[in-house]
Nanobody, 118 residues
Framework: QVQLVESGGGLVQPGGSLMLSCAAS????????MAWYRQAPGKQRELVAS???????NYADSAKGRFTISRDNAKNTVYLQMSSLKPEDTAVYYC????????????WGQGTQVTVSS
């Protein structure tokens, strides 16, 4: 089992920036994608961004142009740089590792709260 530990959440004013980090307790092999999801109160969890080990990224429309996902394979860490934050970005942000050619895995972190408010 892999543990995912998120950090970097907090309270930020509209228009501000935050960087989230997610460190995995074990090596994440190249056949697995890493991603960030978020869940706002009363809403379903939704994909924010994902990245493969080769650096191929995918973003939700709401994140395009404002958020950047990156991955340090040597550190088994994925980042989410968020800028131009809006109140509607307020949510619990979850790190996810999914995939596997031989054994399929789907790991989740405990979540980190991001609150955008003046």
């Amino acid at each position: 089992q892999v543990q995912l530990v998120e950090s970097g959440g907090g309270l930020v004013q509209p228009g501000g920036s935050l960087m989230l980090s997610c460190a995995a307790s074990k090596t994440i092999s190249s056949d697995k994608a890493m991603a960030w999801y978020r869940q706002a109160p009363g809403k379903q969890r939704e994909l924010v961004a994902s990245i493969t080990s080769g650096g191929i990224t995918n973003y939700a429309d709401s994140a395009k142009g404002r958020f950047t996902i990156s991955r340090d394979n040597a550190k088994n860490t994925v980042y989410l740089q968020m800028s131009s934050l809006k109140p509607e970005d307020t949510a619990v942000y979850y790190c996810n590792v999914r995939g596997g050619r031989i054994i399929w895995v789907d790991y989740w972190g405990q979540g980190t709260q991001v609150t955008v408010s003046s």
